[in-house]
């Protein structure tokens, strides 16, 4: 059973770097790193006497994002938890949409995501006997707090649906919730705003000779372009 967890690990921190691998030709244009922390209640059920009850933990952890598109990060996380003698842990993927243009709203980004985690813990009889695959979908926010660190509140709710390894069918595991909070570094290539383009100036032609003032020697007498904009000499007088 730790080699499923281990291999879970492995993949969901390898999970980034191959969705960096699709854009290639053009590079992220933010990255980030997320120190977070909070709750983690998982709900379940002891089939035997019908009995429902909440196991709480503290956890903490890290996540990882990078841009794959204008406002949409995909992201990889690790959590750890602890209830007493007790501890779980998480890892997933997944996507995080931005409600609001982060170009033009830097104070406040409020966000919509779902991911995919493999969850293990050791509540029930034999220790870390299941490992849940599970889905889930959340929000939250993040709200600038000086360049371009960020503070970050966020909540999961998720559902396993699969179970890998032995499967203890007198405690089924149900809903669970992560409540997060972290602080969150953001670097990359931001857009640069784009050149502001100088008008050129207005070509004037005085005479309507058809030849601009700025190449004609006679900006106010009719000329031909032979003869650098004034009236040919057809007297050969030289005037």
């Given at each position: 059973m730790k080699n499923y967890i281990l291999v879970t690990l492995?993949?969901?921190?390898?999970?980034p770097a191959?969705?960096?691998?699709?854009?290639l030709?053009?590079?992220?244009?933010?990255?980030?790193?997320?120190?977070?922390?909070?709750?983690s209640d998982m709900w379940y059920q002891n089939y035997p006497t019908r009995r429902d009850y909440v196991q709480s933990y503290t956890h903490f952890g890290?996540?990882?994002?990078?841009?794959?598109?204008?406002?949409?990060?995909?992201?990889?996380?690790?959590?750890?938890?602890?209830?007493n003698a007790k501890d779980m842990a998480s890892a997933g993927i997944g996507l995080r949409y931005y409600l609001?243009?982060?170009?033009?709203?830097k104070k406040f980004r409020p966000f919509a995501n779902f991911s995919g985690e493999a969850m293990a813990d050791n509540s029930t009889r034999s220790t870390y006997s299941d490992v849940d695959l599970t889905g889930s979908i959340g929000t939250g926010f993040d709200f600038k707090i000086l360049g371009s660190l960020y503070g970050r509140a966020m909540v999961n709710v998720g559902f396993p649906f699969f179970q890998l390894g032995k499967v203890d069918f007198t405690a089924g595991r149900g809903t669970y919730a992560h409540y997060t909070g972290g602080l969150v570094y953001e670097w990359g290539n931001k857009p640069k705003?784009?050149?502001?383009?100088v008008a050129e100036p207005v070509s004037i032609d005085t005479d309507g000779d058809g030849i601009v003032d700025k190449e004609d020697k006679c900006p106010t007498v009719k000329g031909v372009r032979s003869n650098n904009g004034c009236p040919l000499d057809t007297d050969h007088d030289g005037i």
């Open positions: 492995f993949m969901c921190l390898l999970a191959f969705a960096q691998d699709s854009t030709t053009k590079s992220p244009k933010r990255q980030s790193f997320a120190l977070i922390g909070g709750v890290i996540q990882y994002a990078a841009e794959v598109k204008p406002n949409v990060d995909v992201y990889g996380t690790l959590i750890y938890g602890i209830r609001l243009d982060r170009e033009t709203h705003p784009a050149p502001v383009k």
